[in-house]
């Protein structure tokens, strides 16, 4: 029995590295100035700067654009990792921890 529950996790943690791969989130500031496409894998796929935002010669703000976008991704990321894992274990244990303890 515990063979096979490892088996199973080994089984679900593959599945759920290959639909990370697949995850694509693309997200941009409310001015759409900065746009930034990530992977479920949390690397940058693309990062798009519009010119106008360099024209104003503020690097300081440049970069805080940036880095907030790129949080935002960050953050849509974990929560669609979190709803993958979720339904994964659901598919592993349906009863949760309780289906383990009887």
């Given at each position: 029995?515990?063979?096979?529950m490892?088996?199973?996790?080994?089984?679900?943690?593959?599945?759920?590295?290959?639909?990370?791969?697949?995850?694509?989130v693309?997200?941009?500031?409310?001015?759409?100035?900065v746009?930034?496409?990530?992977?479920?894998?949390?690397?940058i796929l693309?990062?798009?700067?519009?010119?106008?935002?360099?024209?104003?010669?503020?690097?300081?703000?440049?970069?805080?654009?940036?880095?907030?976008?790129?949080?935002e991704?960050?953050?849509e990321?974990a929560?669609?990792?979190?709803?993958?894992?979720?339904k994964?274990?659901s598919?592993?244990?349906?009863?949760?921890?309780?289906?383990?303890l009887?």
């Open positions: 029995m515990l063979g096979d490892i088996n199973r996790i080994q089984g679900a943690k593959v599945e759920a590295q290959e639909k990370l791969k697949a995850v694509r693309e997200k941009s500031d409310p001015n759409k100035q746009t930034v496409t990530m992977s479920g894998e949390k690397r693309d990062l798009r700067i519009a010119p106008e935002l360099h024209e104003k010669g503020e690097p300081e703000l440049t970069a805080d654009v940036v880095a907030n976008v790129i949080n991704a960050l953050v990321v929560i669609k990792e979190k709803e993958i894992m979720d994964i274990s598919d592993i244990m349906p009863g949760g921890l309780e289906g383990l009887g």
